[in-house]
């Protein structure tokens, strides 16, 4: 097989916005006087957000109901946005959008896969709206990471079988979820935390189409 797609994941990967949902996060944990750490936030990587908000009233030890837990995950969700519609381009991680021209000029597919709901703001912020064949978040899918279902859905639309897709993904929860859909797996990030992807790389930086092509040969996905 030769790759026919790659699907990105966003936060983490195309965008640093992990620090920003870490300051709205921080926002409300200080507001309830739970105790919130950067180590913590790694927890929330990959993960929807009514998800993360149950990790953060596990780590403060809070039941609230269910009306109040959709208080806090809006109140959380709006200082997000007032951070991310600052966003600019300069926010695009380096490298990124080098590997994906030139994907796209070998004619391999390009889709977004990703849990956040707010995916059309950042692409639309970074400029990056038009770079995609498809964009698959948390607004069209309902299962969340590991769950395949984003992924699946995103070789879905391009036309692609799952097996000829690649994963570019920062998250744990992320990695699991291309590994359910039967996708090679790069991680970006650490080896250390993304222990099961195929390979890892520090950022899109890294990559280009020839060492695409060869960890493909190594992993035996070709
Ligand atoms: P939102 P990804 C994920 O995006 C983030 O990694 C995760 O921290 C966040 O909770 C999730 O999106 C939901 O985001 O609140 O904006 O819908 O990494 O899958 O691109
Ligand atoms: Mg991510």
Not at 19 to 42: C, M, S
Not at 46 to 54: C, I, Y
Not at 102 to 119: C, F, M, P
Not at 142 to 155: M, R
Request: aromatic share 6%; charged share 25%.
């Amino acid at each position: 097989m030769h790759t026919a797609a790659c699907i990105f994941d966003l936060d983490g990967v195309i965008v640093d916005t992990a620090r920003y949902h870490f300051l709205a996060w921080k926002r409300l944990t200080d507001q309830l006087g739970i105790h919130f750490t950067e180590e913590d936030n790694e927890r929330l990587k990959g993960v929807s957000r009514m998800a993360s908000l149950e990790i953060i009233l596990e780590i403060g030890n809070r039941k609230p109901d269910k009306n109040l837990k959709l208080e806090y995950a809006t109140l959380k969700n709006n200082w997000y946005i007032e951070y991310i519609s600052r966003m600019t381009p300069a926010e695009i991680l380096p490298g990124c959008i080098k590997f994906i021209k030139e994907l796209k000029n070998a004619d391999i597919r390009v889709a977004i896969g990703s849990a956040s709901k707010n995916t059309p703001m950042i692409l639309d912020r970074v400029s990056i709206n038009g770079l995609f064949d498809a964009v698959v978040d948390g607004n069209i899918i309902s299962k969340a990471k590991p769950n395949p279902e984003v992924f699946i859905k995103a070789a879905e639309m391009i036309g692609i079988n799952p097996k000829h897709c690649v994963v570019f993904e920062d998250a744990v929860a992320g990695v699991q979820a291309a590994l359910n859909a039967g996708m090679m797996c790069i991680g970006v990030g650490s080896p250390k935390v993304l222990t099961k992807a195929h390979f890892v790389v520090p950022g899109l930086n890294e990559m280009n189409l020839t060492k695409l092509l060869t960890l493909e040969k190594i992993s035996g996905y070709e």
